[in-house]
């Protein structure tokens, strides 16, 4: 991946310079089709991913279909799929119908049900059978260890540890997302997704922290351009801006 992305070595990106990041991943995240469909495209976007959250507020009403148009949208890049219960018995169940979706398809598993429980054992047992799993809504490091220790070396799967929500809380989710780095390592098929990006130095922190994969709204996609801008420029162009939208509106002093 070249051509956006920023000092790897940690240098400020004022320098007017372009270097790669080859690590990172970049997901989309959301549930609007036609986005999907402009995302799928672009080289730089390596997959996708979704919740029932996101396909509610994109007026989704038919999971499986939605499913089966966005699987058709994406090619063979990888996609994400929740299931939608919140007993462990049921999820099970909607996981292997999800993972028959297609060879493409991770079965998303929060890393605990509503009643506080982890889902770990079922993770293992997904995992063991081939399932391709994506564990989701992970928050802290004892989770990612415990996730970690039941996962199959040999099955592919993705743990999303919510970076952003972490942040919301205050706490630099950098040093936790460093330690599940070093964690998942005794697992080479398993891939840490940095989740819930809100901005566009989230996708350097994320490359910094050794994450595999990132996900990013089309609003973040939109801005990788400015990564790597001149700082002195973009002072200059927002002050232009200003200017610009104030004669717009006929304002006068």
Not at 18 to 40: C, E, F, H, N
Not at 73 to 85: A, H, M, R
Not at 150 to 156: D, S
Request: proline residues 5%; hydrophobic residues 45%; negative net charge.
């Amino acid at each position: 991946m070249s051509g956006w992305g920023a000092n790897a070595d940690g240098d400020p990106p004022n320098r007017g310079r372009r270097v790669t990041l080859p690590s990172i991943k970049l997901y989309l995240d959301g549930a609007d089709l036609a986005s999907m469909s402009k995302w799928a495209r672009d080289e730089r976007v390596s997959g996708f991913t979704t919740n029932p959250s996101l396909m509610r507020k994109a007026g989704v009403t038919d999971y499986a279909a939605f499913a089966r148009e966005a699987l058709s949208i994406v090619g063979g890049k990888p996609i994400s799929f929740e299931v939608l219960s919140d007993d462990f018995v049921e999820m099970e169940r909607q996981a292997y119908v999800i993972a028959g979706w297609g060879a493409n398809v991770y079965v998303k598993i929060p890393v605990t049900n509503s009643k506080g429980e982890s889902s770990a054992p079922l993770v293992g047992r997904l995992s063991a059978s081939g399932v391709r799993v994506n564990v989701t809504a992970v928050m802290t490091v004892a989770q990612v260890r415990r996730v970690a220790s039941v996962l199959v070396p040999e099955t592919p799967s993705v743990v999303s540890v919510f970076a952003g929500r972490i942040a919301d809380t205050g706490v630099d989710p950098v040093p936790i997302m460093e330690e599940s780095a070093d964690i998942l390592h005794s697992r080479p098929k398993a891939e840490l997704l940095w989740a819930s990006t809100r901005e566009v130095l989230n996708v350097i922190q994320a490359n910094r922290a050794h994450c595999h994969i990132i996900t990013v709204t089309a609003d973040v996609l939109d801005k990788l351009s400015l990564v790597g801008k001149d700082l002195t420029e973009f002072s200059r162009e927002t002050a232009e801006m200003f200017v610009c939208d104030a004669a717009a509106a006929g304002y006068v002093l």
